[in-house]
């Protein structure tokens, strides 16, 4: 590699190579000139301080222009021209007392080829222009996710999803699959764009309807379902990271998460723009004039972990916190594993670690802040009575002398800033002052003038300091003052008096960070400034005369210039309908991804998403109604050769339900499910011990009562370290970081959680007794009824057969076992067995799955 092809070589790397290559104008070398350049040359190897070695104070330091070397890396590592007593290089590499060596390991130079630098250096130091690396050059990559989307043609008169899955199929000699039965295509579709299967009367419907557009037609009504957004949702909410806890030791519950999901939820019914969903999202609190919306919205910020463990650095968290959010922008819109050059530069992609950092100052200036969120009807209600509430919370205070006490502390708190290592109680009270506030936000608060501050900003801080006063001043102390009890008359109060809804959002600081590249990814280790900028192998980001803003990358992302987005996201559409995206590795476009198995109809898919307005839900009808998306699912023989994963679309593929989705369909076919659309999260029964298993036994599940326990599983509460075992069991994503795919595993203890899990007994019960009051009271009405519910068909005479087999097998050993009756919770022989086979339904391998 040539140094005008690489101008990012750091440091001392460049001089060596320019010695060994014999272009520094020195006298004409010597052997033990040559053999020093020879030596030099592995020594200082190309990146070895940039990016890995630990001598950060060298990082900056340019050596192949006259200006870089006069402006001198970060720390004073610089040469002083005409000077080599004087130049920092010289003692690093001489290895001067309180200066990092130069190389940090192996080999260091000699006292010979230490003077050869001397010389070049009181010389001068001067070389040609000519090695002077064209730094204005952009890199280029022949690899097709950074080539520009071209909309291919195609026939007219064809449909173009169909016209190249065919193209592609003729190619290889294969004949596609005919259309699936009408049974089978309507509860796919079902589950394909609501989540949820057909009741028996819209299968009687869908089935006695014969006009020409029939399908067009039901998928247009499901489109417009408000249970649209909630399937879809759980797509996004995956990208998200989303979870309703802060994950890490304590694992605290965050009750304002459930907003950002709402939002999600009604954008999604509401078919807005993917642009505007994407820029709403990154900064949606820098749009002029922001609505409500657009704060909620900045919630996907707010799903990174959230570490409250006393003595946790805070700049280290901060750090973190920001790495998260820029590999969750590079994976979630530009389909690159941007994270992999936090430490280096990408060694498969042409990602650079300085394109990291830049992406990194965008977001480094974001500050956690709460905001008031209500949904509609709550502020009426709020309003009427907010004076009564705030006129009864300020007695309380003032009952309990908190004005007194907490202005003191707040002296002590600033002190305490001021000269830490002084008091370590004290210490310890501001450390918790930085972690336990709500929003994060109580150091900006306390350093704010009381009179300055906003009345949340009152109210954190005054119920920080009731709760928190103890690590101060000791317990003893606080229960003499009984702010124990002053803590639960305020919480009670609290709950007493209507409240306005609350999101996780984030605001700008100001003024701006200066963001610096990170030596090998380690935080403390500062390299060279970076200000905002997108990654040099995209096309540039267009801003002139001002620093770019979130609003700015936002913008870029969803670009018309920008090839990237429109792939990425159009890929994950249709790897929600066929199991697989066109290009299977969703999560990565690079060159270690999988390259698309139709390019041309991802090409075209991706332009027809912008130039159709950026509408999810068009694109999705435009799969739904394509003749490959209705094909059957059967197994082929003859394609286990040709195409043994299914990716040239001969056939529909046969896949098992999200995690949330087999839960809602048992509690379907039982009519036991909640369609309440939004809400806060819910903790419907899990099997006893798995909260304990939390830090500390500090997970509370107190189970929802009434509707509540029944509604869908999107809204169930995820907590991080102890997640709900169904979701965990059935492959839902851990939610640490953005999971761009589902995997799907088989194990026994699937199989175990489907038969013994209190949901699925209470749904086997639940749909027994529907058959007992809305089937026909024979036999083989009722099965037909069950297999209705549950498999969206009636039963085939074979499995009618073996399943009233099953069932008074069932009724001979009920009658043999009278307790086993009641243990399964009915009141006589024949509930016991059509609960048995209902369990038998709802374990099917077929109920699971989406032909």
Not at 329 to 341: D, K, R
Not at 401 to 417: H, S, V
Request: one cysteine or more; proline letters at 8%; a neutral charge.
């Amino acid at each position: 590699m040539s140094l005008r092809q690489e101008p990012r070589i750091p440091t001392l790397c460049f001089l060596s190579a320019a010695l060994l290559f014999g272009q520094v104008p020195l006298p004409p070398p010597s052997p033990r000139a040559v053999e020093f350049a020879r030596d030099v040359q592995p020594i200082f190897s190309a990146r070895c301080y940039a990016c890995h070695g630990p001598a950060q104070q060298m990082s900056g330091l340019r050596l192949d222009s006259r200006e870089a070397t006069l402006k001198g890396g970060y720390a004073g590592a610089s040469i002083k021209l005409g000077d080599s007593a004087s130049s920092s290089l010289i003692h690093r590499v001489a290895a001067s007392p309180g200066l990092t060596p130069m190389p940090p390991a192996g080999n260091r130079l000699t006292p010979e080829q230490i003077g050869v630098l001397r010389a070049w250096i009181d010389q001068g130091a001067k070389w040609p222009d000519s090695l002077r690396p064209a730094e204005t050059a952009a890199p280029r990559s022949g690899h097709w996710t950074f080539q520009p989307i071209r909309r291919p043609e195609f026939p007219v008169g064809h449909n173009p999803i169909d016209y190249f899955i065919q193209k592609r199929l003729e190619k290889e000699g294969i004949t596609p699959s005919p259309e699936a039965d009408r049974n089978t295509l309507l509860r796919r579709v079902y589950l394909d764009l609501i989540g949820l299967p057909p009741s028996p009367s819209e299968i009687d419907g869908f089935l006695s309807d014969t006009g020409p557009d029939v399908w067009e037609r039901l998928v247009d009504r499901l489109l417009e379902s408000p249970h649209y957004g909630e399937k879809w949702a759980r797509h996004w909410l995956d990208l998200a990271r989303y979870a309703d806890s802060d994950g890490y030791e304590k694992d605290w519950t965050r009750p304002h998460a459930w907003r950002y999901r709402q939002w999600v939820i009604e954008a999604l019914n509401k078919d807005m723009p993917f642009d505007r969903f994407t820029v709403a999202q990154l900064a949606g609190d820098l749009l002029q004039n922001p609505s409500v919306g657009d704060l909620v919205a900045t919630g996907f910020h707010r799903q990174t972990l959230t570490n409250r463990e006393g003595g946790v650095d805070n700049a280290q968290f901060h750090f973190e916190n920001t790495v998260d959010r820029v590999n969750s922008v590079g994976a979630v819109w530009l389909g690159l594993t941007t994270g992999c050059a936090q430490c280096h530069d990408h060694k498969y992609d042409p990602i650079s670690q300085k394109d990291f950092y830049q992406l990194f100052a965008f977001l480094d200036n974001l500050e956690e802040v709460d905001v008031d969120a209500p949904l509609p009807g709550e502020v009426g209600p709020y309003l009427r009575t907010r004076s009564e509430y705030l006129r009864k919370r300020q007695e309380l205070l003032e009952q309990y002398r908190i004005p007194e006490l907490q202005a003191g502390w707040e002296k002590e708190m600033l002190d305490t800033a001021a000269n830490p290592g002084k008091r370590t109680d004290w210490d310890l009270a501001w450390d918790c002052l930085l972690k336990l506030t709500e929003g994060g936000d109580g150091e900006k608060i306390i350093r704010t003038p009381p009179a300055a501050r906003s009345e949340r900003d009152r109210i954190v801080l005054a119920d920080h300091f009731v709760r928190n006063y103890h690590f101060a001043v000791g317990r003893k102390k606080y229960d003499e003052l009984k702010l124990g009890d002053l803590d639960k008359r305020l919480r009670e109060l609290y709950d007493s008096f209507p409240q306005l809804s609350q999101a996780m959002a984030v605001s700008e600081s100001n003024p701006p960070r200066q963001s610096r590249l990170r030596v090998r990814g380690d935080y403390k280790s500062l390299g060279i400034a970076v200000d905002p900028g997108t990654p040099a192998i995209l096309p540039p980001l267009k801003v002139q005369g001002r620093r770019p803003t979130r609003l700015d990358l936002a913008s870029w992302i969803v670009s018309p210039e920008n090839p990237l987005t429109a792939r990425v996201v159009v890929n994950r559409f249709w790897q929600e309908f066929f199991g697989a995206g066109i290009v299977k590795t969703s999560e990565d476009f690079g060159t270690q991804g999988d390259r698309p198995s139709h390019p041309e109809l991802l090409d075209w898919l991706a332009s027809e998403f912008r130039v159709g307005g950026w509408r999810m839900k068009r694109i999705h009808r435009l799969i739904a109604t394509s003749a490959a998306y209705r094909r059957s699912s059967n197994a082929r023989p003859d394609l286990d050769a040709k195409d043994p994963e299914n990716r040239l679309l001969a056939r529909q593929s046969r896949l098992r339900l999200p995690a949330e989705s087999i839960r809602d369909t048992a509690l379907s076919a039982a009519g036991l499910l909640d369609v309440r659309i939004g809400g806060r999260s819910i903790r419907p029964p899990q099997p006893k011990g798995v909260a304990e298993l939390g830090y500390g036994a500090g997970v509370k599940w107190v189970e929802s009562e009434g509707p509540d326990r029944y509604r869908r599983g999107l809204y169930i509460h995820f907590q991080r370290t102890t997640p709900y075992p169904l979701l965990a069991n059935f492959d839902a994503p851990k939610s640490t970081a953005s999971a761009c795919r589902r995997l799907r595993s088989n194990t026994s203890l699937q199989a175990l959680n489907l038969l013994n899990d209190p949901v699925f007994l209470e749904a086997a019960r639940a749909l027994a007794w529907r058959l007992a009051h809305e089937a026909p009271a024979d036999f083989d009405g009722r099965l037909d009824y069950a297999c209705r519910l549950t498999l969206a068909r009636s039963p085939a005479a074979e499995e009618r057969a073996r399943l009233e087999q099953y069932f008074t097998r069932q009724k001979t050993l009920f009658d043999r076992e009278p307790d086993s009756v009641r243990t399964l919770g009915a009141d006589d022989v024949t509930t016991a067995a059509w609960i048995g086979l209902s369990s038998v339904l709802l374990n099917l391998d077929e109920f699971i799955t989406r032909q």
